[in-house]
């Protein structure tokens, strides 16, 4: 079966520090690959989107980017922090496209940025 | 632009009660719909989901959802309430091939 890896589940970084989050997906091949931001009472906002190795796309301009060295590794970084990048942020795969298969979600990592 | 309303941020249910919880989407075709919960602190678990076909489908933990185009619903439902339903639920659509969530209902359960 498939499983989805986030980690580290929580994190407490001071502003202008570098941020580095890691997914890992297990069990299939080339998935599509997915990272979210859950901010306090807001909705999901999709900021990245994989459909392959080296292929990002970027859904809102921010202070944030993804890379997929490996077919199921999905790294979402940035070089400084924002106070404003606080939040929890969702990794997710599907082994298709949305419109034909559902998203499966990580357990999601908890950032504090102070 | 295609979007979700789930009108209801805040829902409390009694033990037992039944449920229905709204979403609402705007989109010219039939869209693709999904139903998910949160539990506090983790990530999100797919309940059901509507493709095409029957309009009423059944997902997991007992609940449904309705799929109505001339109200452009998808309301979920449960006949009754356990305590551990408590948590987030969202509503999505699929446009473009892309996701896109609601902000949410959060359900408390009192006993």
């Known amino acids: 079966s498939q499983t989805i890896h986030q980690w580290p589940a929580t994190l407490v970084q001071p502003v202008g520090s570098p941020l580095s989050l890691e997914c890992t997906v297990e069990g299939t091949s080339n998935p599509n690959l997915y990272w979210y931001r859950q901010a306090a009472g807001r909705g999901l906002q999709l900021l990245f989107y994989?459909?392959?190795?080296?292929?990002i796309s970027s859904e809102v301009p921010q202070n944030l980017s993804a890379s997929r060295p490996q077919d199921r590794q999905f790294i979402l970084s940035s070089k400084k922090l924002l106070l404003s990048d606080s939040g929890f942020y969702l990794c997710?795969?599907?082994?298709?496209?949305?419109?034909?298969?559902?998203?499966?979600f990580g357990n999601g990592t908890r950032l504090t940025v102070t | 632009a295609q979007s979700v309303t789930q009108p209801d941020i805040h829902i409390t249910v009694s033990e037992g009660a039944s449920l229905e919880l709204r979403c609402n989407y705007s989109y010219g075709a039939t869209p693709y719909l999904f139903w998910y919960v949160q539990s506090p602190g983790q990530g999100l678990q797919l309940l059901l989901k509507?493709?095409?076909?029957?309009?009423l489908v059944q997902g997991i933990k007992g609940f449904e959802a309705e799929f109505k185009r001339s109200q452009s619903s998808f309301n979920l439902r449960k006949p009754s309430v356990h305590w551990s339903d408590a948590a987030e639920y969202f509503c999505a659509v699929v446009r473009s091939s892309k996701l896109t969530f609601g902000t949410g209902t959060r359900l408390q359960v009192t006993l």
């Open positions: 994989s459909v392959g190795i080296g292929q």
């Open positions: 997710a795969w599907s082994p298709g496209t949305p419109d034909n298969s559902p998203l499966h």
């Open positions: 509507y493709f095409s076909g029957d309009t």
